[in-house]
């Protein structure tokens, strides 16, 4: 007889898949789809290859996609039929980040006392996606929201993994990383080509250089290539993240939805994406083995 309370195996639904391992092409390195995660590199580094790869597999498991990016736009217009928010002003990032931490604080009046962590079936997954964040940080007149906009990322990371929500934030910049009151919440760090050892001693942290990362020494012709730092297990893991073409991206279409760039809250948790979606996500079938994993 079946037993009711036994957990369900692990699926490539719990996971992102980032690449494969440098030096042993075929193994594929993921984290966990719950993993708040930073993205570090030099510019043309390969981080848009990294959030592609993301949205590509949350657009599969039926996932809502939230966009920041200040940079106008450039980065995450390319994705708007699969967004379901997104903010190319500081202006909007203040309204997306209330929002986000409204919806948070809902949820989690809804199911507090009743259970510790969600998952897809009890509320949407919802992936918010940060491209230089860097950008959110202004002096002068913009200051008190800026301010307020970092406070609400913070906030918003303090509380939302339990709640099926995940964070990615990228950033050009490792020295104005380690001053973001929130960098410690993002436990799960990616460095890309970084310029010095120094830098990547800020990116990551001394002990992911002592443990081999080496992001100053990635080729510029080896955009995608970079170090994987997870601090809840301490492993470091050199890979490469394939490139994704822009017409890949336009061609993102959400899993039953109809892709208005709408808010998605509260519709039905889409179907789990077959192995053979997957196959052609990745290419080749991904696998679940992986120092990284936390299941
Ligand atoms: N995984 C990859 N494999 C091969 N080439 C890549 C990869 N990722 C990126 N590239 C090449 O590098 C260029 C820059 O990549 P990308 O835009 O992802 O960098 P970035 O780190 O986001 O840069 P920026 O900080 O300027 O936004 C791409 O146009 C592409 O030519
Ligand atoms: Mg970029």
Same mark, same amino acid.
């Given at each position: 007889?079946?037993?009711?309370?036994?957990?369900?195996?692990?699926?490539?639904?719990? %996971?992102?898949?980032?690449?494969?391992?440098?030096?042993?092409?075929?193994?594929?390195?993921?984290?966990? %789809?719950?993993?708040?995660?930073?993205?570090?590199?030099?510019?043309?580094?390969?981080?848009?290859?990294?959030?592609?790869?993301?949205?590509?597999?949350?657009?599969?498991?039926?996932?809502?996609?939230?966009?920041?990016?200040?940079?106008?736009?450039?980065?995450?217009?390319?994705?708007?039929?699969?967004?379901?928010?997104?903010?190319?002003?500081?202006?909007?990032?203040?309204?997306?980040?209330?929002?986000?931490?409204?919806?948070?604080?809902?949820?989690?009046?809804?199911? %507090?006392?009743?259970?510790?962590?969600?998952?897809?079936?009890?509320?949407?997954?919802?992936?918010?996606?940060?491209?230089?964040?860097?950008?959110?940080?202004?002096?002068?007149?913009?200051?008190?929201?800026?301010d307020s906009c970092i406070e609400m990322v913070r906030s918003?990371?303090?509380?939302?993994?339990?709640?099926?929500?995940?964070?990615?934030?990228?950033?050009?910049?490792?020295?104005?990383?380690?001053?973001?009151p929130y960098?410690?919440?993002?436990?799960?760090?990616?460095?890309?080509?970084?310029?010095?050892?120094?830098?990547?001693?800020?990116?990551?942290?001394?002990?992911?250089?002592?443990?081999?990362?080496?992001?100053?020494?990635?080729?510029?012709?080896?955009?995608?290539?970079?170090?994987?730092?997870?601090?809840?297990?301490?492993?470091?893991?050199?890979?490469?993240?394939?490139?994704?073409?822009?017409?890949?991206?336009?061609?993102?279409?959400?899993?039953?939805?109809?892709?208005?760039?709408?808010?998605?809250?509260?519709?039905?948790?889409?179907?789990?994406?077959?192995?053979?979606?997957?196959?052609?996500?990745?290419?080749?079938?991904?696998?679940?083995?992986?120092?990284?994993?936390?299941?």
């Amino acid at each position: 007889m079946k037993n009711p309370f036994r957990r369900k195996p692990p699926m490539p639904s719990n %996971r992102y898949v980032l690449g494969e391992e440098v030096i042993h092409p075929g193994k594929y390195v993921s984290i966990p %789809r719950s993993a708040h995660l930073a993205i570090l590199g030099e510019s043309n580094s390969g981080k848009g290859s990294v959030i592609a790869n993301i949205i590509k597999q949350e657009v599969i498991m039926g996932g809502e996609i939230w966009f920041i990016d200040l940079k106008a736009g450039m980065e995450a217009a390319n994705y708007e039929s699969v967004l379901d928010r997104k903010a190319y002003t500081l202006d909007e990032a203040e309204e997306l980040l209330s929002a986000f931490n409204a919806d948070v604080d809902s949820v989690a009046a809804e199911w %507090r006392g009743k259970t510790r962590n969600l998952d897809d079936s009890q509320v949407r997954h919802r992936l918010l996606v940060i491209d230089e964040a860097a950008d959110m940080i202004k002096s002068g007149p913009n200051k008190k929201k800026s301010d307020s906009c970092i406070e609400m990322v913070r906030s918003a990371l303090s509380r939302s993994r339990a709640l099926n929500c995940t964070m990615v934030v990228s950033t050009q910049n490792p020295r104005v990383s380690t001053s973001l009151p929130y960098r410690s919440l993002l436990l799960t760090t990616l460095a890309l080509r970084l310029n010095s050892k120094s830098e990547a001693v800020m990116a990551l942290d001394e002990d992911a250089v002592q443990r081999g990362a080496r992001p100053w020494s990635i080729s510029f012709n080896r955009p995608g290539d970079g170090y994987l730092w997870d601090t809840e297990t301490n492993s470091v893991r050199f890979l490469h993240v394939p490139f994704v073409t822009d017409e890949e991206i336009h061609s993102l279409r959400r899993v039953g939805g109809d892709g208005d760039g709408r808010s998605g809250s509260g519709s039905p948790v889409p179907a789990t994406p077959s192995p053979s979606e997957y196959r052609g996500l990745l290419r080749r079938p991904p696998l679940l083995r992986c120092e990284m994993r936390d299941e």
